[in-house]
């Protein structure tokens, strides 16, 4: 009851709720980009020390200084240690940790060494501002726009990523797919039937075209996290969303291959399908009616 009438009060304060789900989206951001520096490294630290103890290869002196922590959970590498210069490593104090204003103060350097920092990390904050500010402004105060940020914050990290290792983290799918079924389960986006049947047609549509392909020409089509990813996506919106969540992100796929190709930039052949899940995915959580009404039209 306590909460509805939060709810109810932001209603009737509608510049508070845009303002403060902005604010918040910015601060989640900056966390997103540790997320997304931490996790792939200490996966690869993981699978490098399991790899050597698999194979039995001996450490060179220098390596067994530098894995001595080792193994450590990789989720755990997000939250220790504290931020600091991936180049130096030097702790950074709490104001060089304001999402996007220490970028700009700093000149996008590093305030000790001077290294140029990447323009990644205030992208992904203005990005998850902007997102979660169109979410709320869209979808109104309620504890069902709070979830859907949440799945944003997913789709968010899991695109960048992909983008830089070609890999969609079990460590993320896999919660936000259990999350999404919870969320469904209490009464969130979509029936919980929908959303059950919406994950295992999720991963069992890319399974089949995975295989399809694979048989057809001896090559991998995509990876199993892509899977995962629409089966987590299925779990969240519900079966009848994949029809329009594939078809889009096929579609802005070719066009984003075709347009690369056309200005002659070199294409990595195995380019990530994550991104244009996630985009796809947030496109029908925001104008999901309206997308399905252009499939109409457009069918015969």
Known sequence: MTSYSFFNLLQQHPGIWLIGAGVLSLLVGSFLNVVIIRLPKAMHQEWQHECRLLLQVPKQDSQIEQDQSLPKPALAAIAWPGSQCPVCHTPLKPWHNIPV????????????????????????????????????????????????????????????????????????????LWLGLVVNALGGLTSLQEALWGAVAGYLVLWMIYWGFRLAT???????????????????????????????????????????????????????????????????????????????????
Not at 105 to 125: D, H, M, N, Q, R
Not at 157 to 170: G, M, S, W
Not at 282 to 297: I, M, N, P, S, V
Request: with cysteine; charged share 10%; net charge neutral.
């Open 101 to 176: 204003i220490s970028y700009g103060l700093l000149g996008g350097k590093c305030a000790f060494c001077k290294t140029k920092i990447s323009p990644v990390y205030p992208l992904v904050e203005s990005l998850t501002a902007v997102l979660g500010l169109l979410i709320a402004w869209l979808m109104g105060p309620s504890p069902v726009t709070i979830m859907a940020c949440v799945l944003m914050y997913f789709l968010v990290v899991l695109t960048f990523i992909d983008l830089e290792h070609k890999l969609l983290p079990d460590q993320l799918t896999l919660p936000l």
């Open 218 to 300: 001896g090559r991998h089509g995509m990876g199993y996290g892509d899977f995962k990813l629409l089966a987590a996506l299925g779990a969240w919106l519900g079966w009848q969303a994949l029809p329009i969540i594939v078809l889009a992100s096929s579609v802005a796929g070719i066009i984003v291959g075709v347009g690369l190709r056309l200005r002659s930039t070199p294409t990595d052949p195995q380019m990530p399908f994550g991104p244009f899940l996630a985009a796809g995915g947030l496109a029908y959580l925001l104008w999901g009616e309206q997308l399905w009404g252009l499939f109409q039209l457009s069918s015969p």
